[in-house]
């Protein structure tokens, strides 16, 4: 059976770690420009069901093998205090999980929430389910600013690598309009130290404003030709496409739904071609009120 270089859990602990609040009126009016932002208060804790499919078609020569991941979890993001610029010092948190994968011919599952001991391959991800990982500063167009860990490994990620929030444009923008934002990364070169910088652009849409909600448009494409198969591979799960919504007057993510279907021609030095297939959906959770009645607004 084939495997893959990388490990699907190693992929899964990746994004689990990751991180998640527009100024406006009701629905648009024609030629109405929009102040894009999200909405941040002291001790506001907002809550949201996330989910992650990965499906994986590696074929070489004749022989085929279809490894896939799952992974659904409840996390949350406390807001501890609001600076005077409208950025946030939020706290961020996993509160439960379940994942599915196979890979080399095998699966394995674990749930947080049954109180089962997890076997050797999840208990790292066990043990930060249901404790604050990570603090960040976001600002209102939902970009992190700093980043540190809370769980005592004194670590601090790159503010780059961490995603909270879908970014909002930082001008007033208007339905229909489009915008775009650049990013670099660097590509580890085969059997060398040194590195490829590529650079990848976001492109923007302002769909439309609909019963106070916004739905924005969003694609990843990479910019840099890159024609080498291996570093083909690293960017392989860097191009989502999707939409994802915004509530105006609350200035909250309301949820979004990103897909990816890339694929590798040529990754080995026999005939072969990797194919990737991603959706990953997030919704907003409604807050339990004291009377046992449930609302969406926080």
């Known amino acids: 059976m084939m495997r893959c270089s990388t490990s699907l859990l190693t ?20 030629g109405q420009a929009y102040s894009l932002r999200y909405q941040f208060h002291p001790g506001q804790v907002i809550r949201y069901e996330e989910s992650l499919r990965d499906d994986y078609v590696i074929q070489v020569q004749e022989e085929v093998d279809e490894p896939f991941s799952f992974q659904a ?44 001991e997890p076997s050797v391959k999840f208990q790292a991800l066990a043990q930060i389910i249901g404790r604050p990982r990570m603090r960040v500063t976001i600002t209102p167009t939902g970009e992190v600013l700093e980043a540190e860990s809370l769980l005592g490994d004194g670590g601090k990620p790159d503010p780059s690598t961490v995603e909270v929030l879908r970014r909002l444009p930082e001008q007033p923008v208007r339905v229909g309009e489009t915008w775009k934002e650049d990013s670099f990364i660097e590509l580890s070169l085969p059997d060398s130290q040194l590195k490829k910088k590529v650079r990848l652009q976001d492109r923007f849409k302002f769909v439309s404003v609909e019963n106070g909600v916004a739905s924005l448009e969003l694609e990843t494409v990479v910019i840099t030709p890159v024609e080498s198969a291996e570093l083909q591979m690293q960017l392989l799960r860097r191009q989502p496409a999707g939409t994802y919504q915004i509530h105006l007057e609350r200035g909250e ?18 005939p072969s071609k990797l194919t990737f297939r991603q959706k990953h959906t997030q919704r907003i959770l409604p807050v339990q009120l004291s009377d046992g009645n449930e609302s969406t607004f926080r």
């Not at 992929?11 to 024609?30: K, P, Q, R, Y």
């Open 253 to 270: 993510l309301i949820g979004f739904e990103l897909n990816q279907n890339n694929e590798v021609p040529g990754f080995t030095n026999r």
């Open 11 to 30: 992929i899964i602990l990746f994004v689990l770690t990751l991180g998640l609040g527009v100024h406006s009126s009701a629905d648009a009016e024609e």
């Open 73 to 116: 979890s409840g996390k949350s993001m406390k807001v501890i205090d609001v600076l005077e610029d409208g950025s946030a010092i939020a706290e961020l948190q996993i509160n439960w999980v379940t994942i599915k994968i196979r890979e080399n011919g095998e699966e394995e599952a674990f749930d947080s929430r049954t109180g089962e």
